[in-house]
């Protein structure tokens, strides 16, 4: 308990930082100890297959894909099991009219809601949790599913997020401490949830976008109340937020169509906002020193870079960093490493990497012909970044102003879900199983 205690301490001081010691065997968070994609003191192996270089590779039952988080020992992943209890007022899925534009049908089965904690060292499951046992109020798309969301952790506790089917505290050792159901949306054409939780400074962020009432509410990490929650006028997004510390605030950056927001973390006012992102918002804001950059890429290219210092409506302001139109991203957040910005078109294969401070291009858009569709975000570690392919291919890169590639491996999975690097290892959840590789 020292330990964690002390852990939870210094996360307290240091909001969603992990001192340099924590950050290089742990990836607290989606997209990592400083949320930029990177583990700065990882080296985890460039080479392996289904022989080589797997420490482990366990099945996980039923669906998700949230991105594992590891912290100390134990490494934690989100999953939904569909169960044969079944609802016979709701048609079979089958039977049910097409009532959108994608045909997804209502569920009509109880699904479990399940957090797992699994020994880091062999994947054996330390501790199985059902957070909730429910019917989902609607469907999901086929390349989404009912745990889409990361969870997070302070060291002390893993706070788990299933969106309409509630948000979840527990301690390390598996004991549900709190929940709070924060009510059923509507997302359009039933597209499916997702955005992870962001946690700071003992404040839980989460961010609903979608067809109905859209929100942000901030919410007390130890018990669950809500501190504060503003309506947003937005449609369709899954932008995880972004909070970080400049002029003298803590500011909550959302992306989505609309508007690029900042909030104040203490209370929920407004600080700035910028329009100029295209629709169906997915990557996270990513912060570099004084500014974050926003991007999207469905029906439409954008990236802003915009200083944290503004205050006001910025969507026509000549204080913006940088803008670009061309090949961003739809569904993978850009990766942050080293004052290098990576990130692809769409969600193909298509690679391009600027500086960070002037939006200035070091290479791409470049085609990398090994690689196919991309759903995951690159990660990055040890001089190198690592795109995973949905077929199983991951194309490992050097970080560097030239596209490089010095490995290209293959797993038999399909791969949605975003890697995790914790010290020397690399976690890749497929649909399946989750590898842990290691040299």
């Known amino acids: 308990m020292r330990y964690f205690s002390l852990t939870f301490v210094l996360l307290l001081l240091f909001g969603t930082s992990v001192v340099a010691d924590e950050a290089s065997s742990n990836w607290h968070q989606w997209r990592g100890p400083e949320a930029t994609g990177v583990a700065p003191h990882g080296k985890p192996p460039k080479s392996w297959s289904e022989t080589e270089n797997v420490q482990w590779k366990v099945e996980v039952e ?56 699994l020994e880091r060292n062999t994947g054996k499951v330390r501790w199985r949790q059902v957070a909730a046992a429910k019917i989902p109020h609607d469907g999901a798309h086929n390349d989404n599913d009912f745990a889409p969301a990361s969870p997070t952790t302070d060291g002390e506790h893993v706070y788990c997020w299933f969106g309409s089917a509630g948000l979840f505290c527990f301690d390390l050792d598996g004991n549900k401490l709190w929940q709070r159901d924060l009510g059923e949306i509507k997302v359009g054409s039933s597209l499916g949830e997702g955005g ?64 690029i927001r900042s909030y104040d973390l203490s209370d929920g006012d407004l600080i700035w906002e910028c329009g100029g992102l295209s629709g169906n918002v997915i990557p996270c804001p990513v912060v570099d020193g004084d500014h974050v950059i926003c991007m999207s890429g469905y029906q439409g290219y954008a990236a802003i870079a915009i200083p944290l210092s503004l205050k006001g409506d910025l969507t026509d302001s000549n204080q913006l960093l940088w803008r670009k139109s061309r090949a961003t991203p739809y569904i993978p957040s850009p990766l942050l490493y080293d004052g290098l910005l990576y990130y692809n078109q769409s969600n193909q294969a298509i690679i391009s990497c600027v500086h960070s401070e002037t939006g200035e291009n070091a290479f791409g ?74 040299e």
């Open 196 to 259: 992870s939780p962001v946690l700071h400074q003992g404040n839980l962020v989460i961010v609903r976008d979608h067809a109905g009432k859209s929100a942000i509410e901030v919410i007390d990490a130890k018990t669950g109340e809500t501190r504060w929650k503003r309506e947003r006028d937005e449609g369709n997004a899954w932008a995880t937020p972004r909070v970080v510390e400049h002029s003298g605030k803590q500011q909550v950056i959302t992306a989505a169509s609309n508007a």
């Open 62 to 117: 039923g669906n998700g894909t949230s991105t594992p988080i590891i912290w100390g020992e134990n490494v934690f992943v989100l999953t939904t099991v569909e169960t044969d209890q079944k609802d016979a007022s709701i048609p079979d899925p089958q039977d049910q009219p097409k009532t959108n534009f994608f045909d997804i049908k209502k569920p009509n089965r109880v699904h479990e809601y399940v957090v797992l904690c």
């Open 365 to 438: 858009p470049s085609r990398v012909g090994e690689l196919s569709n991309l759903y995951s975000s690159p990660v990055g570690a040890d001089g190198h970044v690592f795109w995973c392919g949905r077929d199983g291919t991951v194309v490992v890169m050097k970080k560097s102003v030239d596209l490089e590639v010095v490995a290209v491996n293959h797993l038999e999975e399909r791969f949605d879900a975003s890697p995790a690097i914790a010290g020397n290892q690399l976690f890749l959840r497929g649909a399946k199983h989750l590898y842990c590789l290691s």
